[in-house]
């Protein structure tokens, strides 16, 4: 080989590894892919686990694809498959169907993802990827059985708008559900979001919410709901959304959200570092803790390494999310602090978080590095 060829191979090689595949993990730095990603979905900011309910601006967001802008007057929600009556529903009509509101807190299921090591090369989440709202529709139950659900029936597959190429694959946005979770009382089809009209990207005029489920399993922009008579396999299902240990293994799906909490960082930040500064002395510690695997029954803080129990507050539903606190009298120096909670099932947040290939399900324990300053 010639000297003038191999130094012009050497930049094509260095560019190949600084832009690895999607998915495949990485040491390296953040990429630009990443960033691209984190700037179209933002988390929420800590601050805003004071409020029960998050405001829509403030609430965490995920779009796989290009929101889609539809014309909610010409808009149709199709309901079909193996059922009775298919249906063809207007908003309109949907909006003169009983309704229910009801506050729950959705989970990304990559939240923490950019955290592990190897980083999985996705949207590069830290700890915010989470909100609760208050939803208002219809009860999915509520149309299903007016369609008449066959006997067969095994799961329900709901369609979204939105539509794109991921891991090669052209498709819609699209996920099932076990029949037995379709019918929960309390899956509803939203076309309201804290009072007001659902907001473009959080699926106007009509998404799904799946309370307890991770939030891919609440799809907005909801055009089609097919009733199957057997495992839906499409993208979203079968590839992405799934505890693997590495590509080729199949893995096993991601469902229910892991137990998790998460403090108000005190204090104030530095701008750039987000490191906390606060005046020696007493100080309120609080936050939220929420699971979709039984009723949070315990959140500890750590002050230190040492872990301490929190006053806990009723959640407002099931599946929202609850109020903790703790006080800690701030001694000058650094300190960390952490919080970790334990849910009804017996599971508890790991200090250390199971790897996994897509970075699924992380909940891992919070640590908030805080200066606290004497005057
Ligand atoms: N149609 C459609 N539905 C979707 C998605 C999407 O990309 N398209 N993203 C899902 C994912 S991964 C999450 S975490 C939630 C995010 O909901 P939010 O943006 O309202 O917080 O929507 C889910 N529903
Ligand atoms: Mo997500």
């Not at 409020?51 to 149709?76: E, K, M, Q, R, V």
Request: hydrophobic content about 40%; aromatic content about 8%; some cysteine.
């Amino acid at each position: 080989m010639s000297r003038r060829s191999s130094i012009l191979k050497a930049p094509r090689r260095q560019a190949r590894k600084l832009t690895p595949h999607p998915g495949e993990p990485t040491h390296g730095p953040l990429t630009a892919e990443e960033l691209q990603l984190a700037v179209r979905n933002h988390s929420m900011p800590l601050e805003a686990l004071r409020s029960d309910t998050t405001p829509a601006g403030l609430h965490y967001l995920l779009n796989h694809f290009d929101i889609p802008f539809i014309d909610a007057d010409h808009w149709h929600l199709r309901i079909g498959g193996a059922v009775q009556r298919a249906v063809e529903l207007s908003m309109r009509a949907l909006r003169r169907a009983p309704s229910i509101t009801l506050p729950v807190t959705l989970e990304c299921a990559g939240n923490g993802r950019s955290l592990l090591r190897p980083r999985p090369l996705s949207q590069p989440w830290t700890l915010e990827a989470v909100g609760t709202a208050a939803w208002t529709g219809v009860p999915l139950a509520y149309l299903l059985t007016q369609a008449g659900v066959d006997d067969d029936a095994v799961e329900v597959v709901f369609t979204g708008a939105d539509s794109g190429i991921q891991g090669g694959v052209s498709q819609q946005y699209a996920r099932s559900l076990p029949i037995a979770e379709a019918l929960r009382p309390d899956v509803v089809l939203a076309y309201r979001m804290n009072g007001a009209q659902l907001p473009p990207q959080h699926g106007y005029p009509l998404r799904l919410v799946v309370p307890g489920w991770y939030g891919m399993a609440s799809v907005k922009w909801l055009s089609s709901i097919q009733v199957l008579t057997h495992h839906f396999d499409g993208f979203q299902q079968q590839v992405a959304y799934r505890y693997q240990q590495d590509a080729d293994d199949p893995g096993t799906p991601v469902t229910w959200i892991n137990v998790r909490s998460l403090m108000v960082p005190p204090g104030v930040p530095d701008f750039f570092t987000r490191r906390r500064f606060l005046p020696a002395g007493p100080v309120m510690l609080s936050g939220r803790a929420w699971s979709g695997q039984g009723a949070v029954q315990r959140v500890e803080v750590g002050i230190d390494g040492k872990w301490a129990p929190a006053q806990l507050e009723y959640p407002a539903a099931p599946f929202a999310w609850c109020a903790w606190s703790m006080p800690w009298v701030a001694d000058a120096g650094d300190h960390e602090l952490s919080c970790r909670a334990t849910d009804a099932s017996g599971a508890t947040q790991p200090l250390e978080q199971a790897w996994n290939y897509q970075g699924m399900g992380n909940n891992a324990v919070q640590r908030i590095k805080v200066t606290v300053t004497v005057e």
